[in-house]
């Protein structure tokens, strides 16, 4: 693989791995604080992350950042 065909950094990698990794690795309270949208705050879960993630193009590129940033470490 050259310089010219490097893969996207989210190739392959689901919303839902994406939820579910960072809920295990940071908690969803921090997931809160980084993110404040209602479905990481007030009773969450994956199922309702998801829901609202997938209809929502600003919190889930927010989100995909942090999945990202928390890789980096």
Not at 7 to 28: A, D, F
């Amino acid at each position: 693989m050259n310089a010219n065909t490097k893969r996207p950094p989210l190739e392959g990698i689901t919303l839902e791995m994406i939820v579910t990794q960072l809920s295990e690795k940071i908690g969803w309270e921090a997931m809160g604080e980084a993110v404040p949208i209602r479905c990481f705050t007030h009773d969450p879960s994956i199922k309702s992350s998801l829901k609202f993630l997938r209809r929502t193009p600003w919190a889930r590129a927010k989100v995909e950042e942090l999945y990202l940033r928390q890789m980096q470490r």
